[in-house]
């Protein structure tokens, strides 16, 4: 499976950014699909994650992120809304078997930058 993240960018404080990550190689709807971010200096952290039926979040995003999947695509969203400069990492998708527990695959990054 690869996966190919794009959408980031500069923004500012209290704007929204919707970031994709395309998935090629693999059975989309077999994967559970996540969002994971990594600031300067700081260890990777999860952001939320995706299956057939359902999400959840970190506390730090909850109610501002919202993760949706497209399968006519096989694409992943990830809406942010009400940025924050703490926001400010560069984002991951990933994808792993559901059922797994894990996640297989990675994208290569995509920079989202929140300026206050």
């Known amino acids: 499976v690869q996966l190919q993240a794009s959408g980031g960018g500069l923004v500012q404080a209290g704007d929204s950014l919707r970031l994709s990550c395309a998935a090629s190689g693999g059975t989309f709807s077999s994967y559970h699909m996540g969002w994971f971010r990594q600031a300067t200096g700081k260890a990777r952290e999860f952001v939320g994650q995706?299956?057939?039926?359902?999400?959840y979040y970190a506390d730090s995003v909850k109610g501002r992120f919202t993760i949706s999947r497209d399968s006519a695509r096989n694409t992943v969203y990830l809406q942010m809304n009400s940025l924050k400069p703490e926001d400010t990492a560069v984002y991951y998708c990933a994808a792993g078997a559901i059922g797994s527990g894990a996640y297989t695959y990675w994208g290569q990054g995509t920079q989202v930058t929140v300026s206050s």
């Open positions: 995706s299956t057939r039926n359902s999400s």
